[in-house]
Structures are given as C-alpha cells and as structure tokens.
C-alpha cells in the first residue's frame, strides 16, 4: 500500500461544512491528513467530522465566520492548540449571492459585502496562516484560495463584484507566493468553473431570475457552454486540491490553476 500524502499533516479548511470544503475534508483525512473542518454551521461541521471518523480518520470542528477578524485568529489559535502546528491550508469560500446585477446597479452595500468575504476574509486568512507557519521555521508548507474563472480573462458581465473580488483573490495569491516562496509556503489559487453543489445551484436560482428564464434553462445553458458538458463533483475538485497541496506539486507556487471543464479556453 502506497504512503498517504499528508501522514500527520495538519490542513486547516475555512469553509468546509459543505460541498467542496467538505469533499475535500474527507479527502485530506483519508489521505492520513489531520483535519480542522470550520465554518459557521456547527452541526453541518460536526456531521463531517463524523463522517471522517467513520473511517478512522482524525478531525476537529472550530467554529469561525471568515467575516470576523477575531473567529479567524481564534481558528488558527485552537488548530494549533489542537494539533501543534499548521501544515496546509485551504480557503474556500466566497459569497455569490446578492451580486447579480449591471455595474451601475450594485448596490454598495452588497459591494462591502462581497470585497469583504470573498477578498479581504482570504487576506486575513492568510495573514494568521503565515504568521503560524514562519513561526514554525522553514518547512513544506501550503496554501490553497478558492477562486473563479469569473476573476480571470477581462471578468464577466452582471457579476462584476464577485469577478473582482475574485481577481484580487489571484492577485494576493500570487503576491505571497512571491514573498514567502524561500520560506517554504507554496500559494496557489484554483480558478474554479461550475461545481455541482448546493451553494451554486441557490446562485444560479438568483442569475436565472435576472435572465429571466427558468433555472432549468439556464442550467442547460451553462453545460452547454462547457466542453465537457457538465459541472464538476466535489470529489473531482478536491482532487485536484490534494494535489495542489501535497509534495507531488512542490514546483508549483504563484499559479491560478483552471478547473472549469475546459470552459475557459476560448478565452484564455
């Protein structure tokens, strides 16, 4: 039987009580990885981590709202309090709803909201997350942030907040891979296309309401537009998570990886 890539390791998951979060706790724990699932549902939360129990596997649940600057130092605290230390991190979350709109029509209030949670929480995010691994000394460290493809080839039109939040997520990424990269932390974003989960069925409700067209219509349209002809599951995204966080990409650092089903490529 084959070594599990993340042995002992401790990978840390804001926003991993549901879908790919959760897709991707379960992986990591499979994968021998010691898992902190965190989010604001406590009982989603603690249904994945008994979920990883069933097979054995060692996690914990820290409540955190990523919107709160005291939630995120106190997660990285208790992790380390927990476990000891911080080997992986994976920031993945993002707010889609209330976004929907022509650029003249966003409200500011929405606005805050989405630089807020789906830029300015990943920044925070990684400011304890650093500070915790440099305090740990020179190591094998990584850092994934959730991203979009909407962030990505000029932004998409009536999502513009959500496309520039995004865009700043790779920015940032790119920025700390840059600085950190002699202090062994790799950081990557993944510019995610559409993952069949709960959280992007409820959007797509909002984007097919603007549209004016039913959610049925607008979710043929959308696997029509990708190559592939489908979302992507959670189990194939955290896939490729793994992957991005273990030693088998230890070359890579500063990239946006695409995972979209190939629905990008006209543009990119």
Same mark, same amino acid.
């Given at each position: 039987? *084959?070594?599990?890539?993340?042995?002992?390791?401790?990978?840390?998951?804001?926003?991993?009580?549901?879908?790919?979060?959760?897709?991707?706790?379960?992986?990591?724990?499979?994968?021998?990885?010691?898992?902190?699932?965190?989010?604001?549902? $406590?009982?989603?939360? #603690?249904?994945?981590?008994?979920?990883?129990?069933?097979?054995?596997? $060692?996690?914990?649940?820290?409540?955190?709202?990523?919107?709160? /600057?005291?939630?995120?130092?106190?997660?990285?605290?208790?992790?380390?309090?927990?476990?000891?230390?911080?080997?992986?991190?994976?920031?993945?979350?993002?707010?889609?709803?209330?976004?929907?709109?022509?650029?003249?029509?966003?409200?500011? $209030? /929405? &606005?805050?909201? /989405?630089?807020?949670?789906?830029?300015?929480?990943?920044?925070?995010?990684?400011?304890? #997350?650093?500070?915790?691994?440099?305090?740990?000394?020179?190591?094998?460290?990584?850092?994934?942030?959730?991203?979009?493809?909407?962030?990505?080839?000029?932004?998409?039109?009536?999502?513009?907040?959500?496309?520039?939040?995004? *865009?700043?997520?790779?920015?940032?990424?790119?920025?700390? +891979?840059?600085?950190?990269?002699?202090?062994?932390?790799?950081?990557?974003?993944?510019?995610?296309?559409?993952?069949?989960? %709960?959280?992007? /069925?409820?959007?797509?409700?909002?984007?097919?309401?603007?549209?004016?067209?039913?959610? %049925?219509?607008?979710?043929?349209?959308?696997?029509?537009?990708?190559?592939?002809?489908?979302?992507?599951?959670?189990?194939?995204?955290?896939?490729?998570?793994? &992957?991005?966080?273990?030693?088998?990409?230890?070359?890579?650092?500063? +990239?946006?990886?695409?995972?979209?089903?190939?629905? *990008?490529?006209?543009?990119?």
């Amino acid at each position: 039987m *084959s070594r599990k890539r993340f042995l002992d390791k401790v990978i840390v998951i804001p926003g991993s009580t549901s879908g790919v979060g959760k897709a991707s706790a379960i992986a990591f724990a499979k994968e021998g990885g010691r898992v902190i699932v965190s989010g604001r549902r $406590e009982e989603h939360g #603690q249904k994945v981590v008994d979920e990883i129990k069933t097979f054995s596997g $060692e996690a914990t649940f820290v409540r955190a709202d990523v919107s709160s /600057h005291e939630d995120i130092k106190n997660l990285m605290d208790k992790t380390v309090e927990i476990y000891g230390r911080v080997d992986v991190a994976f920031n993945n979350f993002g707010k889609h709803d209330d976004g929907v709109a022509l650029i003249a029509d966003v409200k500011e $209030e /929405h &606005f805050d909201a /989405h630089m807020n949670i789906s830029m300015k929480s990943v920044w925070l995010c990684m400011k304890y #997350q650093i500070k915790t691994m440099l305090k740990q000394g020179k190591g094998d460290y990584a850092i994934l942030n959730s991203s979009s493809i909407s962030g990505v080839g000029g932004g998409w039109p009536f999502i513009s907040v959500y496309s520039i939040a995004k *865009s700043g997520v790779d920015s940032m990424s790119k920025s700390a +891979a840059q600085e950190y990269a002699q202090n062994g932390i790799r950081v990557n974003s993944l510019g995610g296309g559409f993952f069949d989960t %709960e959280m992007i /069925h409820t959007y797509f409700e909002e984007l097919a309401q603007f549209y004016g067209i039913t959610k %049925e219509q607008l979710d043929a349209e959308i696997n029509k537009s990708i190559p592939l002809g489908r979302m992507a599951t959670p189990q194939e995204v955290a896939n490729t998570v793994l &992957f991005l966080c273990s030693g088998e990409a230890s070359y890579i650092t500063g +990239a946006s990886i695409i995972l979209d089903g190939g629905m *990008s490529s006209k543009y990119l």
